[in-house]
């Protein structure tokens, strides 16, 4: 837990832009993402368009637990390709090694973050290794990406959740039921954003 | 995922209000969860005030995900209270067998709601068993809460992850910091209310 | 935690028999599972056998944690098809309500239990539905599998990789590498089963 | 998942070597994990001995799970030392930053080798800081344990779930009750022992 007194102090910005910033030098658009994100979800909702996926990957890239994992993975991989760690982690991160589940841990944290519905969908895309997983998992090119390729799957499979959680949002609303409790919380953080409060 | 088409369809407030109406029906109110939010918390945040630990702790019940694990719980115990689960399983609920762990995979899954940081916290207070926790464990009282004792030590670690994530953001924007990605999520669902947009 | 002094005792015997049991009574068969793990492994061990596969179910059936979640989730089936959960309990699990993910959450505490690694095909199995899992998912027989078409998935996907593990221990041995920890953990086991120690 | 045919193969023995060496690098001794394993279980089995814990411990430690959770940490923690890892992901693991939980998640994955029944004590012991964990969260060393302590926590929660399945076996066998499925997993791996096969 954060002790206020200790004079280090987290700057939020720099953690959202240094994720944006390693997601782009090591190759990977939020499109491409975004695209994984359409495979999975356009037969549930046909009328799916990018924008929505796109925005949906940027919702799952603000959350600071979604940050911590992609920066500690892509921090793991460029090591991994500078040859840095030490043996047999190196051994094992470079030639993704099939008992070392590291990744897949990282991963999970990131489904995790819109529950436990986004499980299937990132086995699913993990194995299958659709558009840019298959770009990530090219063993040919020198590049190391043990932890992106886990964890790109996972960022699609959680923006996938995320729509799903939405989507029944706009049914109900549709339907006129009464406010759902997500409506509730907006409506609080609304109330709470008029009167300058953080929350 | 769910499927657009079949008749059947979820009604979110519904969920919602069982949730809580469930919790009062056991004993369980939002006050004595919010006091073990305060004394997990209060260490780090002096200033905290129960009015915080309520809003926290509603706004955790208000996720779709712990609504599920909670229902889900009493729904079980209340079954074990009745004798109307199958042997072994109901001598396990109602013993609260020390290898029997599902009520603990369902705490995980609400503290997960806000990320590993609860982890630390959940396992404290449930091994302590301070406040409502204790009356929870009484095994002399007919009642059976082998789901709900660690359910709600779960919302309580949840609602302090919260807290965490939100005092956070307080903390830099009285720094001046520029806006943090939550600020960024915040503006998004705030425009996107303007024009009466679901998210 | 148990407390030995306690007087209500497990019976481990009765709890792994009510699972066999109940996979049964349940109509599915440890042929049927290890049908799905010969899927899953085939390509990676061509010489996998049927006898394998199964022994592997075995085992992973054989571990408490699975027997617990495998008993409850079975158990939350046949209240939901006998009617006797409260609503909307009864109606999520009725209608494998797409955001309903305690199913999920309890067929990832059953790939836990080998490890990370075993994530990927859960997800694989569980969007595909092969075999089993496409009869187990047929929403026109009146039966509900909600949990035990996840669980079923899980327990194929745990198999896996206790395969995965031992297929290594084989292979180091086939090299003449000196006895990898697995062996160390035999070689305790053993010399406490000749000294009729319990471990 | 393990190719066959790839070149590149992984060497058990030299990760538990190097699992145990690191741990040895970074100043825990097997006897400090199993002094934490002592102080959690003591209140449940009177009788433990010190021997019996350090055995848990390392049976843990045998794990490849376990093995591949303690090197990746120790590394990010020795280079976050050695000042090499990229800001902002530098700042938050030398600062033990409240909001990075990758730590929790890998300690997480120790934990869950043995079944949710550890949460509660890895959680306790990580609150409490007793023994070894005390001195591992000293910030005034110029060392960095930001993982190794979240890590240690785990192992011994870990092995405290290992003894109470253990002592369960135990007791049923004294009891006289027919043999449990531990030891039915036993059995087969003894006769293949005796078989000379892996598993």
Redesign the interface.
């Known amino acids: ?4 007194k ?1 004079p ?9 832009e ?1 994720t944006r910033l ?1 997601l782009q030098k090591r190759g990977v658009t939020l499109q491409e993402i975004a695209e994984l994100v359409m495979l999975l979800q356009k037969k ?2 046909p009328n799916l368009t990018m924008e929505e996926c796109i ?1 949906n990957v940027e ?1 799952v890239l ?4 979604v ?3 992609v ?2 993975g892509i ?2 991989d ?2 991994a390709e500078e040859g ?6 190196q ?2 991160i ?2 993704d ?6 990744d ?6 990131i489904v ?2 819109y ?3 986004g ?6 895309v ?3 290794k659709p558009g840019v997983l298959e770009r990530l998992n090219d063993k040919t090119t020198g590049q190391i990406h043990t932890y992106l390729d886990d964890i790109v799957g996972a960022v699609a499979a959680a923006a996938s959740s995320r729509i ?10 549709e ?1 006129g ?6 409506d ?3 409506a ?3 109330s709470s ?1 008029e009167n300058t409060e ?2």
């Not at 090694?97 to 590291?102: A, D, I």
């Not at 799903?164 to 609303?173: D, G, L």
């Not at 039921?177 to 997500?182: G, I, K, N, Q, T």
């Open positions: 837990m954060t002790d206020a200790i280090y102090s987290l700057n939020s910005k720099a953690v959202a240094a390693w549930y909702y925005h919702m603000s959350k600071r637990e940050q911590n994992a920066l500690t921090q793991l460029v090591l840095k760690l030490f043996a047999p982690l051994d094992m470079e030639n090694e099939g008992l070392y589940g590291v897949e841990i990282l991963a999970f944290s995790n973050v529950g436990s519905i499980f299937t969908n990132y086995g699913y993990d194995k299958l799903a959680h939405r989507k029944q949002a706009e049914r109900e609303q339907l039921l009464p406010h759902a409790p997500e509730a919380e907006e609080a953080r609304r954003l953080p929350e």
